[in-house]
């Protein structure tokens, strides 16, 4: 599979079996792959949603475009999920670069700020961030603040 059928949409869109979708996926990979934390956040009512889905409807990636000012001064991405099986497949640097994107068309002109697991660092660096500060502990889990001029 080498294309997913992409839609953003707000928290209040996604209805419950969006909802469903998304936070089963996030459940697959987050707590499942690496470890209990709590996922939902608060965080996902005030964000636009990245819904990946393959030809039969399956969610097989996701991530959220959190508001400015929620996180961060600036728009930040999150959440970041590729099915497992896709991974390699090219489609996490067409997910981040459609966040970005849409980000970049929601706020022009600002950067976007990711609190990234620092074991990505090189996937998020070829897609155009930078580190800033140093790695810290977040969820049990090395992470590194990046950020991606406007």
């Given at each position: 599979m080498t294309s997913l059928h992409w839609s953003w949409q707000r928290f209040a869109e996604l209805?419950?079996?969006?909802?469903?979708?998304?936070?089963?996926?996030?459940?697959?990979?987050?707590?499942?792959?690496?470890?209990?934390f709590l996922d939902p956040d608060g965080v996902d009512r005030v964000c636009d949603h990245l819904l990946g889905r393959?030809?039969?409807?399956?969610?097989r990636a996701y991530l959220r475009l959190v508001d400015p000012g929620v996180k961060y001064a600036e728009p930040s991405i999150g959440r970041?999920?590729?099915?497992?099986?896709?991974r390699g497949s090219g489609l996490a640097d067409q997910l981040v670069s459609l966040g970005l994107q849409r980000s970049q068309r929601v706020?022009?002109?600002?950067?976007?700020?990711?609190?990234?697991?620092a074991r990505l660092a090189r996937f998020y660096s070829r897609l155009g961030y930078t580190a800033v500060g140093q790695p810290y502990i977040e969820d049990d889990i090395p992470h590194l603040q990046m950020w991606h001029a406007p």
């Open positions: 209805g419950a079996d969006g909802v469903y979708d998304m936070l089963a996926l996030r459940a697959k990979v987050f707590i499942l792959e690496q470890g209990a393959d030809p039969t409807g399956e969610l970041v999920v590729l099915d497992k099986a896709l706020w022009p002109g600002q950067g976007n700020r990711i609190s990234a697991q």
